[in-house]
């Protein structure tokens, strides 16, 4: 088993950042993806960003390139999500999760942390 903590988040301004942070515990090892998604009310859970973690290699949603980067410590097990320029329609739960597949579908993530808020305001 895989065990995700989440922390971070909050509201900001448009024009902010936040950062959200995703900590590992448990069998690491089975993990090769973990991925970013958020979800606002009414609407579908879409990924923003992943990492393939035996390389570090972040791919990024075509809404967020250029404004969020995501980074890894593998000493500590944990991820990053830096969020600049924030943009109202970022509103929405934040999750972090983890799997063996490296794809877009939510489907495709085993393990998940609890969510976090980030609200931005106009």
């Known amino acids: 088993q895989v065990q995700l903590v989440q922390s971070g988040g909050g509201s900001v301004q448009a024009g902010g950042s936040l950062r959200l942070s995703c900590a590992a515990s448990?069998?690491?090892?089975?993990?090769?993806?973990m991925a970013w998604f958020r979800q606002a009310p009414g609407r579908q859970r879409e990924q923003v960003a992943r990492?393939?973690?035996?390389?570090?290699?972040?791919v990024y949603a075509s809404s967020v390139k250029g404004r969020f980067t995501g980074t890894q410590d593998n000493a500590r097990n944990t991820l990053y999500l830096q969020m600049d320029s924030l943009k109202p329609e970022d509103t929405a739960i934040y999750y972090c999760?983890?799997?063996?597949?490296?794809?877009?579908?939510?489907?495709?993530?085993?393990?998940w942390g609890q969510g976090a808020q980030v609200t931005v305001s106009a």
């Open positions: 999760a983890a799997g063996q597949l490296c794809k877009a579908n939510a489907d495709d993530f085993t393990y």
């Open positions: 448990g069998d690491t090892a089975r993990i090769y993806c």
């Open positions: 990492v393939y973690t035996p390389s570090g290699g972040h």
